[in-house]
């Protein structure tokens, strides 16, 4: 099986963190986002992945390389000029030789592939769009069906009045060769504005599964650090391998926990390789990257520290992100929601 992954999108809503690195391989848990949802696939037998790139192409192929550790073939192909996820699709044309599979980039989640090209193959649909179910759905576009399991309209961000189902695009598709011929060549086109409302009206047959697996669009800072909450949390699986367990602290090689660390649970700390921590105090779930430092008396809760960051004594770190090569001076306070785009420093006390 072969997948197509949307990855050329700016990212603008997870600024500034996406100001250096593009989302599909800001770490998570230290390691590149694409490398956990490309895990996924590869254990379901998907051996060749194609990137769509446009924003940063060369972060792809340093963060991943040719995909030969990941165990799939791994290429890109680059848009000089914003394409739309449509206009992607479409530029990876000579990718599609069977049934293929499209999937957005920001998106963490567990697919069942064989139960997903089931239901593609049993309604003989030309189109297949993955759903996932989610509590409040007037954020997102919902997707109504007919009780055959075929899609019977969309319904882009709607008013609490007009929300008549729980069902939204989680952002993964089988398209037939077919479809994406459909989609006009060389601009820019969306899929969900543009393919999908296109199909119904031409009666095409465009069905929908529904997904009960983990489903996470990482596209906000907030969603970015729910991502690392959940996985050290353990409610998608984490891969471990590499690191050294010392109660609930995961140490990378060459991590140093020193005496005096403590972690009030639930959740887990992960310190990347080469992290130096000494006697601070962590709660819920933490993510510190390589090389990152924490002083004594710093005080870190359900947040993530990106690589080379320096944490100063008696800082406190709540629910926030720090990007890479930051400096948060002593006593300084990084309260929920917010975001240091890399290289900032925090003087002493900052608040
Ligand atoms: P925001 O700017 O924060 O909305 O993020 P985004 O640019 O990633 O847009 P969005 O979340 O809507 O994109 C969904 C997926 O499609 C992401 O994986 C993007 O990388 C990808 N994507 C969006 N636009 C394009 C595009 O023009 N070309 C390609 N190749 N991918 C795109």
Redesign the pocket.
Known sequence: MRAL??????????RPLTANL???VLPVVNRPFLEHQIGDLRRQGVREVLL????KPEAFGRALGDGRRLGVKLRCVH?TK????G??VR?AIDFFKGTTLVL????LQHLDLGAFLKRHRSLKAEATICLTRVADPTQFGLVELEPSGLVRRFLEKPSPEEVTCDTINA?AYLFEPSVVRLIPPGV?YSLERGLFPELLKRKRRMAAWVSRGYWL?I??VEKYLQAHLDGLGGEWPLPLKGLRRRGSFLLGSGATLGAGAAHEGPGRVVLGAGAKVAAARFSGSVCLGPRTRVDAGAALTDCVVLERSHVGKDARLERCVVGRDCRVGAGALVGPGRALGDGSILTAFSR
């Open positions: 992954i949307l990855t050329g999108g700016l990212g603008t809503r997870l593009p989302k599909p769509a790139t446009g924003y848009e914003p394409l739309g996820t206009g992607a530029n957005n980039g920001d998106v952002g820019a669009d596209g906000t």
